[in-house]
């Protein structure tokens, strides 16, 4: 971030777009919210933009909200970019999906999430299935604990699969298994990603 704010004025647009797109990551990864936004807001209002640079500020600021828990702004955000792209890609529907759980619209989430096989889709259709009550708590709780497996090599998902696997044994009662679970969320160190008060934590 203070690399970003030092940059020399003549260097060339794309870079400086690059490293403000840089920075409002980093920021966002320090929960610092305004900052993303002054930088993503600094891009999008500029008369010429690249249009793939410019759907992913968006979402960025989309992820910046729910990050600051502030869902109707997400979801008025969320209703514009899709008017405005008409975008399919899986992670868009990732992130659309995180906006309508945290909007408390888990039928609705499933629908978007139809036909996304990454496995922050997986993760998110579990999460949905479980809310929306379309899968029993046990189904739910053997899904999370498979995929929980699978993902060795990326311990902040492993970490949301376990904690999944924490709320479907809690909800069919197994407090053998939400044990077990609860011991595999806290030996993994929490990450700061927006889709993190999805799967909160005690």
Do not use: M
């Not at 008025?76 to 405005?84: D, G, H, I, P």
């Not at 890609?89 to 499933?110: I, K, P, Q, Y």
Request: charged residues 30%.
């Amino acid at each position: 971030l203070r690399r970003a704010d030092t940059l020399p004025a003549d260097l060339p647009p794309d870079f400086i777009d690059w490293v403000q797109t840089e920075a409002a990551h980093a920021a966002l990864a320090l929960r610092r919210t305004d900052d993303a936004r002054s930088r993503l807001r600094a891009r999008l209002w500029r008369e010429k933009q690249v249009p793939a640079l410019a759907r992913h500020w968006r979402q960025l600021l989309i992820q910046s909200y729910l990050i600051d828990d502030n869902i109707d702004d997400a979801l008025r955000a969320l209703r514009r970019y899709r008017e405005e792209y008409r975008e399919n890609g899986d992670d868009w529907r990732v992130l659309e999906a995180a906006t309508l759980l945290r909007a408390r619209r888990d039928a609705a989430a499933l629908d978007v999430l139809t036909g996304v096989d990454t496995h922050e889709g997986r993760l998110l259709r579990l999460l949905a299935q479980l809310h929306a009550g379309k899968a029993a708590p046990a189904r739910v709780l053997e899904d999370a604990t498979q995929l929980a497996g699978k993902l060795r090599l990326k311990p902040t998902l492993q970490r949301q699969a376990w904690l999944i696997a924490n709320e479907a044994a809690l909800r069919a009662g197994n407090a053998e298994r939400r044990l077990a679970a609860l011991e595999a969320v806290f030996s993994i160190e929490p990450e700061p990603v927006y889709t993190a008060r999805l799967f909160p934590a005690n």
